[in-house]
Structure formats: structure tokens, C-alpha cells
């Protein structure tokens, strides 16, 4: 059989239209869920050392049945990606953190790219970085990378890990720990999931966006927000994903 060759940097095409892997590189022979599985645990450690991984949460991300997502981490252990047990802890080798690593950076510029450049909102970025950052080597993310002016944030404010140096971030406080009449603004937005990102766009609710705390409950510790001159409340859950710093700060 003749060897398929491409162009480096280029995603090859099956017949069939589908996406294939592109040049060869420590991620080369990872599946898509495979890559998904190592970013995922990747934003987890990033956000919460102490948080631990279910394999439940990650049969919902990546849509597929609890035992596809077994088989697909004793894959990656094979791999030397993962430290796994099948009803245990789940870590990231050093290897598996350099890709996890390179697919949030790939994700949170391509949303970069798509906000700042093609003026896509931030929710809908989303969905299209989730497909992007699995067709896009490090050379174009580099060159993203270049032409944005080396962004250290995506449009929700979560770091975008550089190959350089460490970048400055502002991390802020949960929104939750703020109390009535404080006037605060939205630094980072923790979750990445695109109903959630569209649901905060309804209330105006972006990083930079500037909100008063009018209420408090002390029984399920919802929250009464004024935003752009309008109340809205929102429940404690959402409100945990969401960080910001006083008022009288800036983001950066």
C-alpha cells in the first residue's frame, strides 16, 4: 500500500471527509476522546489540585458510555499518559501534563482567534476552538499566538499556558465569597461549557463585566446581582464558577 503524504502542519482527509491526525508529534496516535480525556484532566488540575477526576463527569463531556471511557483510559496508561486504576485515582503523567498542556493552549487561542479577530461571541468561539484545537499543530498555534500579541488570557479568562514564560494572570475570589453591596468584576469564568457560557451571555454576564451584589441568601446561598442596571439572581452553583476581584481593581 502506497503511503499517504501531506503537507506538514495540514490535516490529512480520509475519504470518507473526516478529519485524520497530522503530523506526527508526541499526540500523534491519540483519538480525539483520547485528547479530550487529557485536556479535561488537565483543566481540572489547573483549577483544583484537590478536585478528584470521575470518570462519570468524563463520560459526559466526551458524550460516550462509562465503559468506552475505561477502555479508553487504560489506553492512555498504556501510553504512558496517565497513572489509572480502574476504580481509582486518575493523574497525569509529565508526559501526558506537555499534551494536555498544548491542547488548552491550542483551545484558548483558537477562542482568542475567534473573538479578537473574527468577532464570533465567546460561547459560540467555544464550540468552534473544541473542534479546532485537534486540527491545528504547534506551528499555527504559535502563529495564532504571534499575530494576537501573546494574549495571556482566553475570552473567559482562564491562562493560556505559553511555551515562553509564565504569564501574569488575575485569578480573582469566587464570586460567592462577596458579600451584599460589594461591586465587583468578572475575572475568569471556570466553566467552558457552551449552554453555561450562552446562559451568562443572557444575563450580560462576561469577564470585565462589572456587577453589584444586592442580596445574599444565608439559606441556599443564591445571589441577587444587578448588571447593566438589571437584577438577576443567580443560584450558588453558578456563581462558584465564576471569580472576580473588587471593583475598585482592573483586569487586565
Known amino acids: 500500500m502506497d503511503e499517504l503524504v501531506t503537507m506538514e502542519g495540514l490535516p490529512e482527509i480520509s475519504k470518507n471527509g473526516t478529519h485524520k491526525r497530522m503530523k506526527k508529534s508526541d499526540s500523534a496516535h491519540l483519538s480525539e476522546k483520547e485528547e479530550e480525556i487529557l485536556e479535561y484532566i488537565g483543566k481540572i488540575s489547573e483549577d483544583d489540585l484537590t478536585r478528584s477526576i470521575k470518570r462519570v463527569n468524563i463520560a459526559k463531556i466526551l458524550k460516550c458510555s462509562p465503559a468506552l471511557v475505561n477502555k479508553l483510559l487504560k489506553h492512555l496508561e498504556e501510553k504512558g499518559l496517565?497513572?489509572?486504576?480502574?476504580?481509582?485515582?486518575?493523574?497525569?503523567?509529565?508526559?501526558?501534563?506537555?499534551?494536555?498542556?498544548?491542547?488548552?493552549?491550542?483551545?484558548?487561542?483558537?477562542?482568542?482567534?475567534?473573538?479578537?479577530?473574527?468577532?464570533?461571541?465567546?460561547?459560540?468561539?467555544?464550540?468552534?476552538?473544541?473542534?479546532?484545537?485537534?486540527?491545528?499543530?504547534?506551528?499555527?498555534?504559535?502563529?495564532?499566538?504571534?499575530?494576537?500579541?501573546?494574549?495571556?488570557?482566553?475570552?473567559?479568562g482562564n491562562p493560556i499556558p505559553s511555551k515562553k514564560t509564565k504569564k501574569k494572570v488575575v485569578r480573582g475570589n469566587q464570586l460567592t465569597s462577596f458579600s451584599t453591596n460589594d461591586v465587583v468584576i468578572i475575572s475568569q469564568i471556570l466553566k467552558e461549557d457552551t449552554d453555561f457560557l450562552k446562559k451568562l451571555a443572557k444575563m450580560g454576564i462576561e469577564v470585565g463585566t462589572r456587577i453589584k451584589v444586592i442580596e445574599k441568601s444565608p439559606i441556599d446561598g443564591s445571589l441577587l446581582l444587578e448588571i447593566n442596571g438589571r437584577n438577576f439572581a443567580l443560584g450558588e452553583k453558578t456563581a462558584t464558577n465564576l471569580l472576580a476581584i473588587s471593583g475598585k481593581d482592573e483586569v487586565n
Not at 504559535?142 to 494576537?148: A, F, G, K, N
Open 82 to 156: 496517565i497513572h489509572y486504576e480502574k476504580y481509582g485515582e486518575i493523574k497525569l503523567t509529565n508526559k501526558g501534563v506537555q499534551i494536555a498542556n498544548s491542547l488548552i493552549r491550542k483551545h484558548r487561542l483558537s477562542e482568542a482567534l475567534f473573538v479578537d479577530i473574527l468577532g464570533l461571541e465567546s460561547s459560540e468561539a467555544h464550540d468552534f476552538a473544541c473542534k479546532f484545537e485537534h486540527i491545528i499543530d504547534d506551528k499555527i498555534a504559535d502563529r495564532i499566538e504571534e499575530v494576537l500579541n501573546n494574549p495571556s488570557i482566553c475570552p473567559h
